[in-house]
């Protein structure tokens, strides 16, 4: 059973870049497309981006190039990176498992999500 | 840029009761690479329906999701207590490549 977690500040200063792992454990991090989704306080979700164990990476338009996602197979990780952040980044931020195939582009597993403020 | 549209915005029902939720895209979605997703409150979301219509593993047979091009329906055919949560739709493949719906929140009359 693949199981991911999300680690990093849980607070981060306007401005400042805000940067998130997900540690990926029972399972094989080349089964996948490692991807990245926030929920901002009661709204929407929204994709950030994605990245394969190749390096490939696919992200969101509207995040205007402030994204960077890479990926350590070594350590079984994928990480995200976010400059110039403000308060509208404020948002809870899961990593999560997209099978394109099989799945047909669906997220399958999800971390538990983890919430970062920006601050002023 | 594709925009999927969910409605209603809330459904308020009984336990026992069917639910019906729609799902429509701005423009026609790739090859039913149309997903449905459960989020009760403080967790994660929870993949139900894949491919617009595969329930995905462990689901209950409750579950069916159906439609095509741009229309889509999940539909819950028995409400149970812990069905009552918020209910994303999703997209894979237009521009931009991944889009979510702005949910569903059915909930207890």
């Known amino acids: 059973q693949v199981l991911l977690q999300e680690s990093g500040p849980g607070l981060v200063k306007a401005s400042e870049t805000l940067s998130l792992s997900c540690t990926v454990s029972?399972?094989?991090?080349?089964?996948?497309?490692w991807s990245w989704i926030r929920q901002p306080p009661g709204k929407e979700l929204e994709w950030i981006g994605y990245?394969?164990?190749?390096?490939?990476?696919n992200y969101n338009p509207s995040l205007k190039g402030r994204v960077t996602i890479s990926v350590d197979t070594s350590k079984n990780q994928f990480s995200l990176r976010l400059s110039s952040v403000t308060a509208a980044d404020t948002a809870v931020y899961y990593c999560?498992?997209?099978?394109?195939?099989?799945?047909?582009?669906?997220?399958?597993?999800w971390g538990q999500g983890t919430m970062v403020t920006v601050s002023s | 840029e594709i925009v999927l549209t969910q409605s209603p915005g809330t459904l308020s029902l009984s336990p026992g009761e069917r639910a019906t939720l729609s799902c429509r895209a701005s423009?026609?979605?790739?090859?039913?690479?149309l997903a449905w997703y459960q989020q009760r409150p403080g967790q994660a979301p929870r993949l139900l329906i894949y491919g617009a219509s595969s329930r995905a593993t462990g689901i209950p047979d409750r579950f069916s999701g159906s439609g095509s091009g741009t229309d889509f329906t999940l539909t819950i055919s028995r409400l149970e207590p812990e069905d009552f949560a918020v209910y994303y739709c999703?997209?894979?493949?237009?521009?931009?490549?991944?889009?979510f719906g702005g949910g569903t929140k059915v909930e207890i009359k």
């Open positions: 999560a498992a997209l099978t394109i195939t099989a799945y047909k582009g669906a997220f399958d597993i």
């Open positions: 999703q997209q894979y493949g237009s521009s931009p490549l991944l889009t």
């Open positions: 990245i394969y164990y190749s390096g490939s990476t």
């Open positions: 423009q026609s979605v790739s090859s039913s690479y």
């Open positions: 029972g399972g094989f991090i080349r089964s996948y497309y």
